[in-house]
């Protein structure tokens, strides 16, 4: 039962453009959730996280949006550059504990 | 950021063997560590919680007397993988919770960078 998805394995973007990478949840308890980078062979980069209580959250080029009553949130790459290329898991956390629920991944691909 | 260390980083061992693989935070002091492990184009998949001078807590399905978890100190934890199977062949990943020291609501994980495991 996969409690977190993120339904597109992969996403390919020009330099410059928008990603958008999405994820959905299914579990209401989530109250925390993480975006985390993964080169392969590698463990994964801490990239931005939002508590339940907002809606959004920026930081540089990377903008998370939460959206509970759809159950989905998002990242927001802008500009994409090349060296976003990567593997990119959303994360979220049960409350009242601190373990992560992973997503499946979506590999996106800045193209130059 | 705060740094997590993993060694070794690839093992290949024959099956029956033991390995140990250990999880260092190199600049704090971790109370809680987790370990994780990734088949190949797959999730993270949580294995077991680690606290600092108290038993691990294991996820359901995850054998402990297979993947045996050991954190002595504040800064290792050790996972070891007992009489190793090449079905346990998967690249494991370590991670350390950290306190947001802005005082936020919740602490964030660092994670180390894997191990990759080959059992022949």
């Known amino acids: 039962d996969q409690q977190v998805k993120q339904n597109s394995p992969s996403l390919s973007v020009q330099e410059g453009r928008i990603s958008i990478l999405n994820c959905d949840y299914t579990n209401s308890m989530f109250d925390y959730f993480l975006w985390y980078k993964k080169y392969p062979a590698e463990g994964p980069t801490f990239l931005i996280s939002?508590?339940?209580?907002?809606d959004k959250n920026e930081d540089g080029r990377f903008t998370v949006f939460l959206n509970k009553s759809a159950k989905h949130l998002s990242l927001h790459i802008v500009p994409s550059q090349p060296g976003d290329s990567a593997v990119y898991f959303c994360a979220a956390t049960p409350s009242g504990t601190y373990k992560y629920i992973f997503g499946t991944g979506t590999r996106l691909k800045v193209l130059a | 950021g705060a740094v997590v260390s993993q060694h070794p980083s690839r093992v290949i061992c024959k099956s029956g063997t033991s390995v140990k693989i250990e999880c260092r935070s190199l600049?704090?002091?971790?109370?809680?560590m987790f370990w994780y492990r990734q088949f190949p184009k797959q999730s993270l998949m949580l294995m077991a919680t680690s606290n600092e001078g108290s038993k691990a807590t294991y996820e359901q399905g995850v054998e402990k007397d297979k993947f045996l978890i050991n954190h002595a100190s504040l800064t290792l934890s050790t996972l070891t993988v007992t009489s190793a199977h090449p079905e346990d062949s998967s690249f494991y990943i370590c991670?350390?919770?950290?306190?947001?020291?802005?005082?936020?609501?919740?602490?964030?994980?660092?994670f180390g960078p894997g191990t990759r495991l080959l059992v022949l």
């Open positions: 991670s350390a919770r950290v306190h947001n020291r802005a005082g936020g609501l919740k602490e964030t994980q660092y």
């Open positions: 600049d704090f002091q971790a109370t809680t």
């Open positions: 939002i508590s339940s209580i907002k």
